[in-house]
Nanobody, 130 residues
Framework: QLVVSGGGLVQPGSSLRLSCATS????????VGWFRQAPGKEREGLSC???????????TYSDSVKGRFTVSRDNAKNTVYLQMNSLKPEDTSTYYC????????????????????WGWGKGTLVTVSS
């Protein structure tokens, strides 16, 4: 399972960096998605990053975080990051990461359907409040 760390309580306008890691498998081989779920709401897909190739990696973002959040990965550390800037109270949620499943596990699928991902683990709570 994937483990997310780095959450906490921050003020609006602040930044936070989340980490997604696992000791169960080599995360380098998989595209990884970021999601969040607030109480009483459906899980929302935020971003996805493909594996790193000779041409680099590609990433996608939902409209709700585009321009504020940046996804990256460090294969040496078997870790994927989500840099969150200009945080808003509506970003308050539990954040999760998951690996892409299926034959095309190395690239991000269209959309953020839960069924395209696996390895869901315990998320981390991010609270944005003054």
């Amino acid at each position: 399972q994937l483990v997310v760390s780095g959450g906490g309580l921050v003020q609006p306008g602040s930044s936070l960096r989340l980490s997604c890691a696992t000791s169960d498998f080599n995360l380098d081989y998989y595209a990884v998605g970021w999601f969040r779920q607030a109480p009483g709401k459906e899980r929302e897909g935020l971003s996805c990053i493909s594996t790193i190739t000779s041409r680099g990696s590609s990433s996608t973002y939902s409209d709700s975080v585009k321009g504020r959040f940046t996804v990256s990965r460090d294969n040496a550390k078997n870790t994927v990051y989500l840099q969150m800037n200009s945080l808003k109270p509506e970003d308050t949620s539990t954040y999760y990461c998951a690996a892409v499943r299926g034959d095309s596990y190395y690239k991000c699928p269209p959309g953020y359907s839960d069924s395209n991902y696996w390895g869901w683990g315990k998320g981390t709570l991010v609270t944005v409040s003054s």
